[in-house]
Structures are given as C-alpha cells and as structure tokens.
Nanobody, 125 residues
Framework: QVQLVESGGGSVQAGGSLRLSCVPS????????MGWFRRAPGRDRESVGA????????YYADSVKGRFTISRDNAKNTVYLQMNSLKPEDTAVYYC??????????????????WGQGTQVTVSS
C-alpha cells in the first residue's frame, strides 16, 4: 500500500497562485508515476499533471498547461503542484495520486492506483 498526504489547498482569487504538496509513504518502491487529479462538483475526474518517479518526464492536461507545474524534491520526498493564474474553473478537490505503471503518457483518472484524502482548492472570480 502507498499512503499519500496532501496539503496546501485553500481559497484564492482568480489570477492567484497556490502550491499543493504531497508526501508519499509506505510501499513506494513500485511506484512509477506520481501526479494529481481533480474532481469538481458535477464534473468527471480529470488528471491534471504527472511526473515520473525520477522526475525525467512531466505531463499536463491541456486545461492547465502553461499555468501548472509539477515537480519533485527527492531530498524532501515531496511532490508539488504549483498552480498559477488560477481560474474559477480550477475550483475542485485535488488528489495526489500514484500509479504503478508508466505508459508514456499521463494516467487517466481510472489508472491511478492510490490517492490521498484530497485538498480543496477554491478560486473566486
């Protein structure tokens, strides 16, 4: 099992920034990809960013490309999602997630094997 603990959500006005953090623990040796997906009320889950375990590659949804940056600090064992130029449509619960398989692309929401409890991000206009 892999445990994931997120932090850093909150409320911000449109155009603002937030940084989410995720600390993985447990049986992480088989993890290939870390990332984030979000769920907004009335909408399907959406994978927004992913990074390979050794941070060689990153992937982004078109909806966040150029605004969000995913990174990994191995010394701190932490994965980050820096979110800039936030829009009201970014409002959602954001989940840190882990996949055991690397498919050369961002995992679909159904392909994440583990995820955390989620952190709320609210962007007001």
């Amino acid at each position: 099992q892999v445990q994931l603990v997120e932090s850093g959500g909150g409320s911000v006005q449109a155009g603002g920034s937030l940084r989410l953090s995720c600390v993985p623990s447990g049986r992480t040796f088989g993890t290939s990809v870390m990332g984030w997906f979000r769920r907004a009320p009335g909408r399907d889950r959406e994978s927004v960013g992913a990074i390979t375990w050794r941070a060689e590659r990153t992937y982004y949804a078109d909806s966040v490309k150029g605004r969000f940056t995913i990174s990994r600090d191995n010394a701190k064992n932490t994965v980050y999602l820096q979110m800039n130029s936030l829009k009201p449509e970014d409002t959602a619960v954001y989940y840190c997630a882990a996949s055991l398989s690397f498919r050369g692309r961002m995992p679909t929401p159904e392909e994440w094997a583990y995820w955390g409890q989620g952190t709320q991000v609210t962007v007001s206009s």
